[in-house]
């Protein structure tokens, strides 16, 4: 009795706390006892049912056995309690707090096997399981709780990025923070990676055609806003490409050019990274204007930005690390201010706000609540802010001190 209360309490504790991740790939792979297991785990109330029926029956035939053998050892009640005291103790000792210890330090040792004999002894006791857990069930639907909804076990993203975090060697370093990274673009909006409209390059068809023609053929992109005047008359968006062979026939003007441009795509901002990225998908689109409430645009996304938030900068130096940063000998760095505090946070592993403005430039300019002069110098959270170079009232650049290099340089 004593062994099949072990076996009981040691099954229920490996079985409940065996990971149901792990154990459902063993069960693809075709395992036998991973496939029983997931079947009884399906139904938590049943395969509880079925072991507290058989842990109950052996604990009180044992407590039964050992009051027949106190009362002939010993008369009338010092039987009972030499009975009672020793049954106790070696059910707590042996058939509980044993093999439930072991069980929970090895759970799938332990709650594989078992699964051959409560998979069958659960379909044989089914019509007294079936009765038990009629009436526990509906105990718990009284106190709010649903047994079915108890069955699943569904991984939040948070739950996910702990996982993914603390997986160690079984998934290489590299491949943990791209899977972090494909969980946080949840967090992250197309205005976090886009290019600030007043540096975005493209064509402009309003300017002379010699000039239109240099920005075609010493453009280091594939894909070129074309507008006329202002990149709020855009027209369109052109693939050089497709002006290659117009321009080597010499049949290319203005005309042709607006001609062969394809209609804009328009993005709403605040649209998640994560969103996004699936509409690129969906509408066959790499590249993307985001428009504000107004219809005035602000920036525009690519699908290679988001794609570099998952797969990194394609680069290993750290010092060029990110676009437009740079590290200066004395441990300060040199920053545009197009560079959005996001990234040097990601990438540097620096904590500046990130609830207020988006960029260098704005965080800068909201501290200082004034227009931005060349030699202003300020300190953000611990970090020391010198601009460097203003243009059209805005920080075209800035050099910045991070709090370590502060005291280092002290």
């Known amino acids: 009795m004593l062994l099949l209360s072990a076996f009981f309490s040691g099954s229920e504790t490996g079985l409940m706390t065996m990971n149901r991740y792990r154990l459902r790939t063993r069960a693809k792979k075709g395992e036998r006892s991973a496939r029983l297991a997931q079947s009884l785990l ?14 109950n029956f052996v604990n009180t035939l044992a407590a039964s056995i050992a009051t027949l053998i106190g009362l002939r050892l010993f008369p009338g009640e010092t039987g009972i309690a030499v009975a009672t005291g020793a049954v ?25 096997p078992a699964a051959y004999v409560l998979w069958p002894l659960q379909r ?9 857990n009629l ?13 079915e909804e108890a069955a699943q076990h569904s991984l939040s993203a948070e739950e996910l990025r702990t996982v993914v975090a603390e997986a160690g060697a079984m998934i290489p370093h590299r491949h943990q ?5 494909i969980l946080d673009l949840e967090k992250e909006t197309v205005e976090d990676i886009m290019v600030p409209r007043n540096e975005i390059t493209g064509i402009d068809i309003s300017e002379p055609w010699e000039q239109v023609r240099a920005a075609i053929v010493d453009s280091q992109h594939t894909r070129l806003p074309v507008f006329d005047g202002s990149i709020d008359n855009l027209r369109g968006v052109i693939h050089l490409r497709r002006v290659v062979r117009l321009a080597a026939e010499n049949n290319l003007d203005p005309h042709s050019l607006v001609g062969l441009a394809s209609e804009p ?4 901002e605040g649209t998640p990274l994560n969103q996004q990225l699936l509409n690129f998908q969906n509408q066959k689109r790499r590249i993307g204007f985001v428009v504000d409430e107004y219809g005035d645009i602000q920036g525009l ?44 946070n990601k990438n540097l592993g620096w904590k500046l706000p990130l609830d207020g403005p988006k960029t260098v430039n704005g965080l800068v300019l909201e501290k200082l609540e004034t227009m931005p002069q060349a030699g202003r110098r300020i300190t953000i959270k611990g970090y020391e802010f010198e601009i460097t170079e203003t243009r059209a009232n805005a920080v075209k650049s800035a050099r910045v001190r991070p709090p370590g290099e502060q005291r280092a340089a002290a």
């Not at 106790?88 to 090895?106: N, Y």
């Not at 044989?124 to 038990?132: K, Q, R």
């Not at 923070?177 to 990274?181: E, I, V, W």
């Open 88 to 112: 106790t103790l070696l059910l707590l000792v042996f058939g509980e707090v044993t093999p439930k210890t072991l069980s929970a330090i090895h759970p799938e040792r332990l709650g594989l």
């Open 177 to 181: 923070k791209m899977l972090l990274s």
């Open 124 to 132: 044989l006791l089914f019509p007294l399981v079936w009765l038990v």
């Open 301 to 344: 996304v690519t699908l290679e930005d988001i794609l570099e938030e998952v797969v990194g900068e394609f680069t290993s130096d750290p010092a060029t690390r990110i676009k437009n940063v740079y590290a200066d000998p004395d441990g300060c760095y040199r920053v545009n201010g197009s560079v959005t505090i996001r990234s040097l």
């Open 42 to 55: 399906e139904r938590p109330d049943r395969l509880i049912g079925t072991i507290l029926l058989g842990n």
């Open 265 to 268: 795509y328009f993005i709403p």
């Open 135 to 147: 009436i526990g069930n509906n105990l718990l639907r009284l106190l709010g709780v649903s047994p």
